[in-house]
């Protein structure tokens, strides 16, 4: 691996930079993003449950607040219980787009990584194609220089690639993953809100 490098010249260390970084917010995002974790199965019959049986109180408040994203939205629509349907959906979709907000996080920058990765092999290819016409000269062609420049552009052009693929498929495996988590959270702020002014049972 190491020789690779060496023969990859210093273009390959923004992309060995960049892989770096996709690998960890790749592994976060998962961590992050597990569906049980941002909306539990359950917690809006739960929370039904326990305003039929108690009301609202600030404590329920605060624990489904803390409970998770889904928590935060239904919390946010339970405080303006006593209020129209229309200034609770409000505040559902106020709290709602910060939450949305939270789950793409680092996802702009996944995003740009997939982007840019192949631009930086490009870069090594074009510093490879440098070499490769530096190695020219008027008595005939250095081997080393042009063997040297031949590896520059190929192996850069191959990492960039390399970076940029599995970086562009979890970019849209995370996206889709937050748009479905999004909907889900979305139609059970809403259930809710019929059922508190009696449209659902």
Partial sequence: MLAI????????????LASVLALAIIIERFYSLR????????????????L????????????????SPLGQILAAGLKNVKSSR?????????????V???LERFLTSLGTIATVAPL???????VGMIEIFGSQTPSGSNPAILAHGISVALYNTAFGLI?????????????????????????????LVEIIHGERV
């Fill in 100 to 102: 949305v907000h939270d």
């Fill in 52 to 67: 039929k049986s108690n009301g609202v109180s600030s404590d329920m408040l605060s624990k489904l607040a803390d409970d």
């Fill in 163 to 191: 970076v940029a693929i599995p970086a562009m498929i979890f970019y849209r495996f995370f996206r889709a993953r937050v748009d479905n988590l999004a909907v889900d959270m979305e139609q059970q702020a809403i259930k």
């Fill in 86 to 98: 229309e200034v609770m959906k409000e505040a559902i979709e106020e709290t709602g787009r910060v």
């Fill in 5 to 16: 490098i060496e023969a990859a010249g210093w273009p390959i260390w923004p992309l060995i």
């Fill in 120 to 126: 930086l092999g490009l870069l090594g290819t074009v």
């Fill in 35 to 50: 569906p049980p974790e941002i909306a539990p199965a359950g917690l809006l019959a739960n929370v039904i449950n326990e």
